[in-house]
């Protein structure tokens, strides 16, 4: 409910107020071979910059691998350059620059990430790795499940 509030209420906000103007909620569509993978970001603004919006207690020092993932796949799917991760904790916010190759922490200009890049075959692979059930917790997500015991697939025992 936190979450669902807080990207409302951001919208409103940053309809009213911001600088630039950004589309919300956007689904947006691309064929990969025969696969078409459909998402939703949270906004794009009119220089086509992708805006993903994370509510969390407190913000981290580094943007999560996964949420770096979910920007550069929209990044794909749209064929733009550049994105923004935005964390919104309790009482700060801490914005990441995602670009192919590199995150930059915005206040700071630190880059934390340099190895990563999405293209359409990545992409193909792992819809393909999905479908074929060979992509199993890619974000290490068993260290969170309560079944990491007892599942064949957990790389947490």
């Known amino acids: 409910i936190r979450g669902i509030a807080l990207h409302e209420g951001l919208e409103t906000l940053l309809t009213m ?7 919300f909620e ?4 691309k064929q990969y071979d025969n696969f078409t993978l459909i998402g939703r970001l949270d906004g794009i603004t009119e220089d086509n910059i992708v805006v993903e919006f994370k509510t969390v207690y407190k913000p981290p020092d580094h943007p999560y691998e996964e949420h770096v993932f979910q920007v550069l796949i929209y990044m794909n799917m749209l ?14 916010m801490k914005e990441f620059i995602v670009e192919d ?19 359409d075959e990545w992409i193909k ?8 059930r060979t992509l199993i917790a ?5 260290k ?3 079944l990491k015991k007892t599942c064949q697939f957990s790389k947490v025992r």
């Open 17 to 23: 107020y911001g600088e630039k103007k950004i589309e």
């Open 26 to 29: 956007k689904e947006v569509r």
């Open 79 to 92: 064929n733009t350059t550049k994105g923004v991760i935005v964390y919104i904790g309790n009482n700060e």
């Open 101 to 119: 190759g590199k995150v930059t922490e915005l206040e700071t200009g630190q880059i934390f990430f340099s190895q990563y890049h999405v293209d």
């Open 125 to 132: 692979k792992q819809i393909e790795n999905y479908k074929t």
């Open 138 to 142: 890619p974000f290490d997500e068993c």
């Open 144 to 146: 969170f499940c309560e």
